[in-house]
């Protein structure tokens, strides 16, 4: 039960990413990740200056969620970068 949230944050990463990329938000994708890698560096830092259960939910936070969202959303770029050049090189036929 607990892979579903990193499964879901990746997911939604992913598709993020994709979206952005192919219709040319690519602006909005690096603005994302610097977000999301800035929430991960926060709760990185909160972890180790917090103690007992508030470090584990910081750990959580940033390992669960953040982590594969900013994967989710690199990969979901590539793949929608890929598919923007794919689309803009095929010559139209009449």
């Known amino acids: 039960m607990i892979f579903?949230?990193?499964a879901v944050a990746a997911?939604?990463?992913l598709t993020a990413g994709w979206g952005f990329l192919r219709y040319g938000l690519s602006?909005?994708?690096w603005?994302?990740?610097a977000l999301l890698a800035?929430?991960?560096a926060w709760g990185l830092y909160k972890s180790q200056t917090a103690q007992g259960w508030d470090a584990l939910a910081y750990v959580v936070l940033w390992l669960l969620g953040a982590a594969p969202a900013?994967?989710?959303l690199g990969?979901?770029?590539l793949i929608g970068r890929w598919r923007r050049i794919k689309?803009?090189?095929i010559p139209q036929v009449e």
């Open 11 to 13: 997911l939604i990463g």
């Open 87 to 89: 689309a803009e090189g």
């Open 75 to 77: 990969l979901g770029a």
């Open 38 to 40: 800035i929430l991960m």
């Open 4 to 6: 579903i949230i990193p």
């Open 70 to 72: 900013l994967l989710g």
């Open 31 to 33: 603005a994302l990740s």
């Open 27 to 29: 602006g909005l994708a």
